[in-house]
């Protein structure tokens, strides 16, 4: 069982910046493709960012040129910087880990872009 947290979530003015952590629960880390994903208020939750075993990196859309995924394998940790934080940003977040067809999933950080 692979156990995800997030942290990092919080209240941000528009245009601020905030660095989402996932910390896995888990000593084959290295081998888990990790992904972002959002659910806003009243919408499906949407795919933001993934990131693969071998650093393969995609993004949605809306997020292009203002978010970066990483991760340190050695911490167990998946990160996702954003910048240039808009309003409707606002969303819980949610870290997934995926290793062949196994999906597991954190509980969620909010965070709010507001004035």
């Known amino acids: 069982q692979v156990q995800l947290v997030e942290s990092g979530g919080g209240l941000v003015q528009p245009g601020g910046s905030l660095r989402l952590s996932c910390a896995a629960s888990?000593?084959?880390?290295?081998?888990?493709?990790m992904e972002w994903y959002r659910q806003g208020p009243g919408n499906q939750r949407e795919l933001v960012a993934r990131?693969?075993?071998?650093?393969?990196?995609n993004y949605a859309n809306f997020v292009k040129g203002r978010f970066t995924i990483s991760r340190d394998n050695a911490k167990n940790t998946v990160y996702l910087q954003m910048n240039s934080l808009k309003p409707e940003d606002t969303a819980v977040y949610y870290c997934?880990?995926?290793?062949?067809?196994?999906?597991?999933w954190g509980k969620g950080t909010m965070v709010t872009v507001s004035s």
């Open positions: 997934k880990a995926t290793l062949r067809g196994e999906e597991y």
């Open positions: 888990v000593s084959i880390f290295r081998l888990y493709a």
């Open positions: 990131i693969t075993t071998t650093g393969t990196l």
